[in-house]
């Protein structure tokens, strides 16, 4: 339960501000279709963290549990300062008018999510907890509580947001678990 909650805890305050939200709220304003676009988030997380969470079980059974410790509590406090610089989203979506807004959303998340901030904790989390589950399931439903709001509000929900508070209580979150890590707790 405790990879579960805080996979899930993590990425929703990493996702907030983030550029794949970025890309809900862009999706949202421009195709005004928020089923296709919450389904193709849902799938697309799904495919993604559940070969993130591969990468980092995998890598997990071949380090030692010494090196593992260290490599995942530099990855955590990479991770807080990673989380106070602000991402930006860039490119268009002529896509969508190929495959639909459900294809163009499921292909353009996953690739906004190649070596994406939640992209990276999920592997770290993954090399951690021994539930892979409990991992994807946690980092999909952080996607989606932090993306949803972003679909069914649009520019309402990301004028509103202190992102950059919720970047900082993040930062903090991943710098307790970089130091909880390194120092075995």
């Not at 939200?21 to 993604?48: D, Y």
């Not at 499921?106 to 992209?119: L, P, S, Y």
């Not at 972003?150 to 992102?163: I, Q, S, T, Y």
Request: net charge neutral; proline share 3%; glycine share 8%.
């Amino acid at each position: 339960m405790e990879a579960f909650l805080l996979s899930t805890g993590i990425v929703a305050l990493a996702e907030i501000g983030d550029k794949t939200q970025l890309l809900a709220l862009l999706l949202a304003a421009r195709f005004k279709k928020p089923v296709p676009i919450i389904l193709g988030i849902f799938v697309s997380t799904i495919l993604n963290h559940m070969a993130a969470a591969w990468v980092g079980h995998a890598a997990s059974a071949y380090i030692t549990e010494h090196l593992l410790r260290w490599i995942l509590g530099i990855s955590f406090i990479a991770m807080a300062v990673w989380m106070l610089i602000p991402d930006k989203l860039d490119g268009d979506m002529p896509l969508a008018e190929k495959i639909g807004v459900f294809g163009a959303t499921v292909i353009a998340f996953f690739m906004a999510e190649m070596g994406d901030k939640t992209q990276i904790a999920t592997i770290a989390l993954s090399a951690r907890f021994d539930s892979m589950a409990a991992v994807v399931s946690g980092t999909t439903l952080g996607m989606m509580i932090a993306n949803v709001p972003a679909v069914l509000l649009g520019d309402v929900a990301a004028r509103k947001l202190p992102v950059a508070t919720v970047h900082r209580i993040a930062a903090c979150i991943f710098a307790i678990l970089g130091v909880v890590t390194l120092i075995g707790l």
